[in-house]
């Protein structure tokens, strides 16, 4: 698997998986601290990722030689054409790409990786975390960060 978006790398290792190739964050990172940090077991993987550039213009030819099953990129990077070249490199799952289709957006992409049932226990579970927060704070309005 390939990730464009740095934000389905983060969905495919809440899923247990890491991706063959990946591109960078804007600060120019495959793998940010805070990811090293919550995936320890994954360095190796981590290690062996494809750099495939950033994002908004992903080097295609490393992409190609990478050969995926799959491209994982959400149509918030996508430009004009790239699609149709990103489909001819492999099957492409294409996601919304912004904070509020998140859930949408995780679901669809483990779907496409047959790990449904895996991101539908994490998302219940992280709905207990979110109700318990909440209950531990009564009457003081939540604010909520997403990475």
């Known amino acids: 698997m390939a990730a464009i978006s740095t934000g389905q790398t983060d969905a495919l290792l809440t899923l247990g998986l890491v991706p063959a190739g990946a591109t960078r964050d804007e600060r120019g990172s495959l793998y940010p601290d805070?990811?090293?940090q919550a995936y320890p077991a994954a360095?190796?993987?981590?290690?062996?990722?494809v750099d495939l550039g950033n994002r908004?213009?992903?080097?295609?030819?490393?992409l190609a030689a990478l050969r995926p099953d799959?491209?994982?990129?959400?149509?918030?990077?996508?430009?004009?054409?790239?699609?149709?070249?990103l489909q001819r490199i492999a099957p492409t799952v294409v996601t919304r790409g912004t904070g509020a289709h998140w859930k949408a957006d995780f679901v669809l992409l483990?779907?496409?990786v047959g790990r449904?049932?895996?991101a539908r226990?994490?998302?219940?579970?992280?709905?207990?975390d979110a109700r318990r927060a909440a209950g531990e704070r009564p009457g003081v309005a939540p604010q909520v960060s997403f990475v």
């Open 34 to 36: 805070y990811l090293r």
């Open 110 to 112: 483990a779907d496409a």
């Open 43 to 49: 360095q190796a993987g981590f290690a062996a990722t």
């Open 70 to 85: 799959l491209i994982l990129v959400h149509r918030t990077v996508l430009k004009p054409g790239v699609l149709a070249l």
């Open 121 to 128: 226990a994490w998302l219940a579970s992280f709905a207990a």
């Open 116 to 118: 449904r049932d895996q």
């Open 56 to 62: 908004v213009t992903p080097d295609l030819e490393a």
